[in-house]
């Protein structure tokens, strides 16, 4: 039922689409600017660490690992 003509010009008006979301994504950037909008980012990826990596060896730490016996190399 689509004609060749009619899924040409669907593909025309997403690709005018994306290419205006991109401009106006581009545009947003320039204008909070660019090193603020990254320096936040490296912000909140540590602030995220914190939680994912460091509180997690340090609970393990504070529980501690149970020693392994050396001669048989099981955990007591």
Not at 4 to 25: D, H, M, N, P
Not at 35 to 41: N, R
Not at 52 to 58: F, K, M, R, S
């Amino acid at each position: 039922m689509d004609t060749e003509a009619a899924r040409e010009e669907r593909e025309t008006k997403r690709s005018a689409l994306v290419s205006l979301g991109y401009v106006i994504f581009a545009w947003c950037v320039a204008q909070f600017g660019l090193i603020p909008l990254i320096s936040k980012g490296y912000g909140t990826i540590g602030y995220i660490s914190i939680f994912v990596i460091i509180l997690p060896l340090l609970i393990k730490g504070i529980i501690g690992w149970k020693p392994v016996n050396k001669d048989k190399n099981v955990a007591l």
